[in-house]
């Protein structure tokens, strides 16, 4: 059949042409079809883009919080119909040059997307992904592993105590431990009560046991077939290739079957609700203001896109810096060191919410008055035309930004657009914001038209709630003894018959992982070595210079958004200053600039700019990991019409911050230490690692320094006496100002096309180099390095987050490339079955940095921790004592040249190459350490490992952050404890 989809209703191999939109501000095409004979949707964005992505997306409609369709995503990710081998999911990650590669679970859909520039490889993974949704073996002991399963504490003897085991299971325990999880939970729970929002989608630790393999293989039958899916495609590969390769993998001789019933609406409160509930914190913890409370309203339908994106405006508007107005006026209070507004816009009604961190249970009410009383104070006055576009520019520049560094740009257009067409909304309105904002930009010249709707949405809306989570010293207890109880309850009633049931389950299991541990996976499609270019990605930087000035220019397209950098060393620090100089850098661009209060500073950046941020950087030097180049570094970027006004507010900040306004210091302080407090759960897994490397070289003492455990620290202590705090911060920043931002030899790093480079050359670089150059003290890397021994830290936590570390070798070494991918053959081998699958952790690894010369294990969301180090010691031994074959060592380098090729967007290449510039890490060093990858033999990997880490396996530094019952099951007494 002749493939000719130009005009709508044009057909091939039964899929009918739809929708063919350009969408000129993203540069691409916009292309939709539907599958006659199954119903099948397919999208397609076609764009000059080398990273193709594709995704495949499901409506999973929670029916209570088992974590049913959280469940299914893995469980369909253990074996299909064409690939019957364990775990195609990790397994092609370690076959493929793929750029990305997920699944995830969201609240009424689950998506399977993955990205690659290799075309060959591309539809190696779309094969393999397409027959695990819609064939999947869902074997129910894949279900036991992944999902839940009681098991006895020792497998075979009855007698023991009964236990809740499973990969979900104990990753939930993880992911509810945190204050930000319950609090979105208990949220939805609340607002929309009606709706599937309000169960837990990923599963309620007390709720998954329910779960059934018979409810999984129905949910599977019900909602992943082919006419309920939505196929995406991004990039550059042709449309005709995917339409021909899903119609024969997934399409052809399917029956079509009836759409799933819409989800309905949430019927609209008649009077506001409010809500008590708790988080866990620990017992030790004060808990004087530590009270959260969010205030939310429902606002609009998810298919309204014009009033979703003004409602986006209207965030920004009030919401959208310390010096909005509503979120000044909470600040200002001081009844909360924290004040956020969100807008979720992936359910089908929108709800505005505002949390506010640091609050005194006692004085709530006096809040909620407040934030009322502001609002209504804003409807009162005319919104000013400037922060209105200040608004508007916000939104353009977060639309118009190519952004690929966490996740693909493709991914980013798929949740823009799949997710409102699932809700029944025309996806090119979620794209295109210009034509809005012309609509928009009308409406607001009518001075009455934000208040009103600010009125409308906030005032006269029935449909609020108010959440107040209060901080809990025993519930983390409480629900362990609950599990404990329940635990005991079905232990008690059990049968004899039933007692064998779970003997037999475990060692059946334990059969299982063992077969698929020596089953082939040759019957996956996979990447070789032939398929791998010999060479490097490298960046040019064309290099300038003009007085005290180098400028260092990379060339691309960045849809017309300007990144600079400005780079000059650091002088020598004093020890106790690293955690004050970290401080300085994370408040500097919060602060006021030269004539300018703070709040002109950051409403001027809102006007202007896209962000400007400060940042420190080691620069650790390519040919010895203990010498490093430290740097101070401001960046900011902007749309190209306001490239002068990005590099008024750079020579500002670096030339005039207001460092000594109290009130502001205050508040910041504040504020940060709410944050931290709310993350350190969650920051759990950086700190273990930081704490263990934090004793093997100057330069990981520093980075620990800066960003781990200290830091934390040091803002506690602070805020303990808040004003005493305020004025030592202000101390330090003063002298920061004059020895830091002293600046000696600047160095201006731009990404932008040649025509705007020019443009900025031609202005003479805004006389950013006018800046008073003086010689500095130079940083000096003999620092004290205390060492540090293996302890652990007591948390609100039902399970552990663990690292083991060890001194390596740097990027010159010989052993450095074989080193690297040693880590990849022990995850493969031993790390991802012994932790993950049978230990139940949510996720462990191995992890080598040439550029710090050390290596380490870890382990997350892990119900363990005497077996995790085992586990960790075992695999560099399986690996030193050649446990791997040569298509193992392939699959190893093959996950090496995934990182090293890893794609960059454009706005961060020019720093990228600044980088590799400043560390010393040439073209030829970084080609050489690439062929040495591909070249490696299996006695090169061996030798490695025994020479940098079998001599040290029993030295390893353990740190592991984790709950007392745990700790005090798998820890002995003499096992040093800190509590943070």
Not at 488 to 496: M, R
Not at 612 to 627: G, W
Request: aromatic residues 10%; negative net charge.
């Amino acid at each position: 059949m002749a493939y000719d989809l130009k005009k709508i209703g044009d057909s091939y191999k039964g899929f009918t042409l739809t929708k063919k939109l350009p969408i000129q501000e993203l540069q691409c095409t916009l292309v939709e079809l539907i599958h006659e004979p199954t119903g099948a949707q397919v999208m397609h964005i076609d764009c000059n883009d080398e990273e193709n992505l594709f995704c495949i997306n499901f409506p999973t409609i929670p029916y209570n919080s088992n974590g049913v369709a959280h469940i299914l995503e893995h469980t369909v990710l253990c074996g299909s119909k064409k690939f019957p081998v364990k775990d195609p999911f990790f397994s092609m990650s370690r076959r493929s040059l793929h750029t990305f590669m997920n699944a995830m679970t969201g609240s009424d859909f689950t998506c399977y997307p993955a990205s690659s520039q290799n075309e060959k490889d591309f539809y190696n993974l779309l094969e393999v992904y397409l027959d695990a949704t819609f064939n999947p073996l869902l074997k129910k002991m894949s279900f036991l592993q992944e999902g839940h399963r009681l098991e006895f504490t020792e497998p075979a003897d009855p007698s023991t105590p009964l236990q809740f085991k499973g990969i979900v299971y104990n990753e939930m325990k993880g992911a509810m431990s945190s204050a930000d999880a319950r609090l979105w939970q208990h949220l939805f729970e609340h607002l929309t009560p009606n709706l599937p929002y309000a169960y837990n989608s990923g599963g309620d630790p007390f709720v998954i046991p329910s779960l059934s393999h018979q409810e999984l293989l129905d949910f599977h039958k019900t909602h992943y077939h082919p006419s309920l899916a939505q196929f995406f495609f991004y990039g550059n590969f042709p449309l005709k290739k995917h339409l021909d390769f899903i119609e024969a993998k997934a399409l052809k001789g399917v029956t079509k079957i009836s759409k799933l019933p819409p989800i309905g609406e949430q019927p609209l409160f008649s009077s506001p609700k409010y809500a008590v509930e708790s988080y866990p914190v620990s017992e030790d913890e004060r808990l004087e203001n530590k009270s959260v409370v969010s205030f939310s309203w429902l606002v609009t339908k998810a298919t309204h896109v014009e009033e979703v994106l003004l409602i986006t405006l209207l965030d920004q508007i009030l919401m959208g810096t310390d010096a909005s107005p509503l979120k000044s006026a909470l600040l200002e209070s001081d009844l909360c060191t924290q004040a956020d507004a969100y807008l979720d816009t992936d359910i089908t009604q929108v709800p505005w919410v505002i949390v506010c961190k640091g609050c005194n249970e006692e004085k709530i009410e006096t809040l909620q008055k407040v934030l009322m009383e502001a609002i209504h104070k804003i409807t009162q006055e005319e919104i000013p035309q400037k922060l209105i576009e200040s608004a508007l520019h916000q939104v353009e520049f977060s639309r118009s930004e190519i952004t690929s560094d966490s996740n693909p740009f493709g991914l980013t257009l798929f949740f823009r657009s799949v997710i409102p067409k699932m809700y029944g909304a025309e996806p090119e309105n979620a794209l295109m914001i210009h034509s809005h904002f012309k609509k928009i930009r009308e409406k607001t010249k009518d001075p009455l038209f934000l208040p009103n709707l600010i009125k409308k949405y906030f005032l006269d809306n029935p449909h609020f709630l108010r959440l107040h989570l209060k901080p809990s010293k025993t519930l983390l207890n409480e629900e362990y003894e609950k599990e404990q109880n329940l635990l005991k309850t079905i232990q008690e009633k059990l049968t004899d018959s039933e007692k064998k049931a779970i003997v037999l389950n475990a060692q059946e299991l334990d059969i299982f992982q063992k077969q698929q541990e020596n089953e082939s996976i040759e019957c996956l499609p996979k990447i070789t070595i032939k398929d791998v270019s010999s060479e490097i990605k490298d960046y040019s930087l064309e290099n300038y210079h003009q007085d005290n000035l180098d400028v260092f220019y990379h060339e691309c397209f960045t849809n017309k958004i300007v990144y600079a950098d400005i780079f000059f060393d650091l002088p020598n620090i004093e020890n106790d200053d690293l955690t004050y100089l970290s401080l300085f850098q994370t408040l500097l661009t919060d602060l006021g600039a030269k004539e300018k209060s703070y709040q002109q500073t950051l409403e001027y950046m809102q006007e202007y700019t896209g962000g400007v941020d400060a940042s420190i950087s080691l620069h650790i030097q390519a040919d010895n990991p203990r010498n490093c180049k430290p740097t101070f570094c401001l960046r900011g970027k902007a749309l190209y019409r306001n490239t002068e006004k990005l590099f008024a507010i750079l020579k500002d900040f670096l030339t005039a911050p207001k460092v000594e306004d109290p009130k502001r210091i205050k508040q910041l302080l504040l504020q940060l230490n709410s944050h931290l407090e709310a993350q350190v759960n969650r920051n759990a897994m950086q700190y273990a690692v930081l704490s263990s490397l934090s004793g093997l070289s100057p330069c990981s003492y520093v980075y620990n320094q800066w960003h781990g455990l200290p830091f934390f620290k040091l803002i506690k202590f602070l805020v303990q006496d808040i004003d005493q705090g305020v004025a030592l911060v202000i101390k330090k920043f003063k002298e920061f100002v004059a020895r830091v931002l002293n600046i000696h030899q600047m160095h201006l790093v731009l990404a932008c096309d040649r025509e705007h480079f020019e443009s900025i050359k031609s202005q003479n670089f805004f006389q950013v180099n006018d800046i008073k150059s003086r010689e500095i003290t130079p940083w000096n890397n003999d620092f004290s390095v205390t060492p540090v021994f293996s302890h652990s830290y007591e948390l609100a936590l039902p399970v552990a987050f663990t690292s083991m570390a060890y001194k390596a070798v740097g990027f010159t070494d010989k052993h450095s490339p074989h080193l690297l991918i040693a880590t990849h053959l022990m995850e493969n081998l031993v790390l991802h079955n012994a932790i993950r699958e049978i230990g139940g952790a949510y996720g462990s690894g191995a992890t080598y940095s040439p550029t710090s010369g050390h290596f380490y294990f870890y382990a997350y969301r892990d119900p363990h921790i005497k077996s995790s180090q085992k586990a960790f010691e075992k695999a560099i031994n399986f690996i030193a004592e050649e446990n791997f074959s040569e298509d193992q060592l392939e699959e190893a380098k093959l996950g090496v040249i995934q990182s090293i090729d890893s794609p960059i967007s454009p706005g961060s290449r020019a720093v990228t190459a600044y980088i590799w510039q400043k560390a010393g890490k040439t073209s030829s060093m970084r080609k050489d350490f690439r062929k040495k990858v591909l070249q490696a033999s299996k006695k090169d990997i061996t030798e490695a490992v025994k020479t940098c880490l079998s001599s040290q396996e029993s030295k390893g530094i353990l740190v592991t952050f984790a709950g007392p019952n745990l700790l005090k099951k798998e820890l002995n007494e003499s096992f040093p404890r800190f509590k943070i």
